[in-house]
């Protein structure tokens, strides 16, 4: 099973994106649910996670500026994150998955921030 992210774009320094993700069935109802970034020549990162109860965390470089929420409609659960401020080093493909991660990874979806 891969998850397909979405919501990517080109931003300006300062702007606002906000990444989808939906998983139909158990994935994300029994498990908690990540948004993780790459960039080429590094490893991939944890940036965000939010358990089944709703609590959330955040590594330090998001912190305050990144949110992670999660809704279920019909037995769909999708998750979000809502990416504000944004910043230069927040350039890196986007991804999605369980925490920890479970699943294979999709194509994940590209965010660029211009400075």
């Known amino acids: 099973v891969q998850l397909q992210a979405y919501g990517g774009g080109l931003v300006q320094a300062g702007g606002s994106l906000r990444l989808s993700c939906a998983a139909y069935g158990t994935v994300f109802s029994l498990n908690a649910a990540g948004w993780y970034r790459q960039t080429p020549g590094k490893q991939r990162e944890l940036v965000a996670t939010?358990?089944?109860?709703?609590?959330?965390?955040?590594a330090d470089s998001v912190k305050g500026r990144f949110t992670i929420s999660r809704d279920n409609v019909k037995n769909t659960v999708t998750v979000y994150l809502e990416m504000n401020s944004l910043k230069p080093e927040d350039t890196a493909v986007y991804y999605c998955?369980?925490?920890?991660?479970?699943?294979?990874w999709g194509q994940g979806t590209q965010v660029t921030v211009s400075s």
């Open positions: 998955n369980t925490v920890p991660s479970a699943l294979g």
């Open positions: 939010i358990g089944r109860s709703g609590t959330s965390n955040y």
